[in-house]
């Protein structure tokens, strides 16, 4: 984290590419914590991130390892490239 804190620091906002901004939020960083770094706000980092399309997906947490199918499965988002969220298409 930290040796990624000094990449990240030799760029601002207008400078650092979209790979790097998906890199840092792959280590967890926040837009607003990104904000501070490049003195900005969280909302021009998110700005920034939404239009480089780098969203959050969700993957999911298999709480029955493997036995049986999870009826209520438990998910975390991250910034990854698939999502397995599998959202139903029916209107509840």
């Not at 706000?41 to 480089?52: E, G, I």
């Amino acid at each position: 984290m930290a040796e990624m804190q000094q990449n990240l620091a030799q760029y601002n906002l207008d400078s650092v590419s979209p790979d790097w901004l998906r890199q840092a939020k792959r280590y967890g960083f926040s837009d607003g914590w990104l904000a501070r770094l490049w003195q900005t706000n969280a909302d021009a980092v998110r700005q920034k991130r939404l239009s480089s399309n780098i969203a959050p997906v969700y993957h999911r947490v298999d709480t029955c390892a493997a036995e049986f199918e999870a009826h209520t499965p438990y998910l975390y988002s991250t910034y990854e490239t698939s999502c397995e969220a599998n959202p139903p298409t029916a209107k509840r």
